[in-house]
């Protein structure tokens, strides 16, 4: 994709650079104890919830948070499918991270579900993998500067 003669990065692009593809997942009827474990095993802040290929939902900590320790709820008999979101907010792999930043911004999001054609999930994008990505962007843009500056261009 190109804007203006400068490459657009989709969100396939951004998935391609991350050091690590997988995706977490674990089904509605697990206990939010099991979700928090692996949540904090894997050093992560959102599972995708889902029935077989299906995306059901996402839980967060911010659900965990919100629904459980707020409510003096369990997390030992509450099942993921009573504190997830049901209403997943997902993206296609050919999305601008732009698309994906304004999306997370206007929506309060933190996590994005990138789903496929046939709505298979392929992938899960972050607002610290779009930040991340920002960054690379504007020091790729500042070296270049400064070799053109040094008269390096050519």
């Given at each position: 994709m190109e804007r203006r003669g400068v490459a657009v990065k989709t969100v396939m692009h951004l998935l391609q650079s991350k050091p690590s593809q997988a995706v977490y997942t674990i089904t509605p009827a697990a206990t939010v104890l099991e979700a928090i474990t692996l949540m904090a095993d894997k050093g992560i802040g959102a599972l995708v919830v889902t029935e077989g290929d299906r995306v059901v939902g996402i839980i967060s900590e911010r659900?965990?948070?919100?629904?459980?320790?707020?409510?003096?709820?369990?997390?030992?008999?509450?099942a993921v499918s009573d504190i997830m979101s049901s209403q997943v907010v997902h993206v296609g792999p050919e999305q601008s991270t732009e698309q994906c930043m304004t999306l997370m911004t206007e929506r309060r999001l933190r996590h994005l579900p990138v789903l496929d054609e046939a709505q298979r999930l392929i992938g899960l994008v972050s607002i610290g993998d779009l930040v991340k990505d920002v960054i690379s962007e504007q020091q790729n843009i500042i070296d270049h500067l400064e070799q053109y500056i040094r008269g390096e261009h050519g």
């Open positions: 659900d965990y948070a919100r629904k459980v320790v707020l409510m003096e709820r369990s997390s030992y008999d509450t």
